[in-house]
């Protein structure tokens, strides 16, 4: 039973389009986060939800756009798509009130924009 | 703001040889610390956390961290390790930033178990 999935898994797009990754979480977690890993494999947060409400957004081109349909879901929008934005983008949740902040992650989704 | 130095960015080992990934943090507070593993094209995924209590964690495929607060290090350990356990590790610190917290990662070790 998957925690936290993404789709798809894999996107191959030519550069200036607009593409769309969504992530869903069955854990009942108010807090979901967009994560982006470049090639070697360094994880930097990109944005921060807390039950649809925009809570971190580290400094992300406003290309970049999450949308949070409800508190299970945080879609990323990416417009005009540039060669640099190939990265895996990661999703994940947590469930804030827990001091700790353990976060659990989805699959991940590998953008290669040509 | 805290920071998560993992100070070897590849660790080559042998098939049931021991290994050591070093981790440490900046923070001078009470912390929260996690080691998450990820497989070849894969997601992460929470190998162990320390939270409070002994400072000496178990986790998941025999892995264990000590906490070790003079030191500031979080360092993870395994006696005997495999070729499954080829993968790249990433130690966390939790972090708050008024209400709101968040995982400091750190840039990752890559693990290379060779036969």
């Known amino acids: 039973d998957t925690a936290v999935s993404q789709t798809p898994k894999y996107l191959v797009t030519q550069m200036g389009n607009d593409k769309s990754i969504k992530c869903e979480q069955n854990?009942?977690?108010?807090?979901m986060y967009w994560y982006k890993q470049d090639s070697k494999k360094f994880l930097k947060i990109m944005f921060s939800y807390n039950n649809k409400e925009l809570i971190i957004n580290e400094t992300v081109p406003n290309r970049f756009s999450p949308k949070s349909p409800d508190k299970a879901h945080l879609n990323l929008h990416i417009n005009s798509l540039e060669l640099g934005d190939s990265a895996v983008y990661f999703c994940?949740?947590?469930?804030?009130?827990?001091?700790?902040?353990?976060?659990?992650f989805g699959p991940g989704t590998r953008l290669t924009v040509l | 703001a805290q920071s998560v130095t993992q100070l070897d960015s590849q660790v080559p080992v042998f098939e049931e040889a021991p290994v050591e990934l070093r981790c440490n943090y900046s923070s001078s507070v009470s912390v929260y610390l996690f080691w998450y593993v990820q497989y070849p094209n894969q997601g992460l995924q929470l190998l162990l956390k320390y939270l409070s209590g002994s400072t000496l964690v178990k986790g998941i495929n025999g892995f264990e961290a000590e906490f070790n607060k003079s030191q500031t290090s979080f360092h993870l350990r395994k006696p005997s390790v495999h070729i499954s356990d080829t993968a790249e590790y990433f130690c966390a610190v939790s972090e708050w930033k008024g209400s709101q917290g968040n995982l400091i990662f750190g840039k990752g070790t890559k693990l290379s178990v060779k036969p």
């Open positions: 854990l009942g977690h108010d807090t």
């Open positions: 994940a949740s947590s469930q804030p009130g827990l001091a700790h902040n353990e976060q659990f």
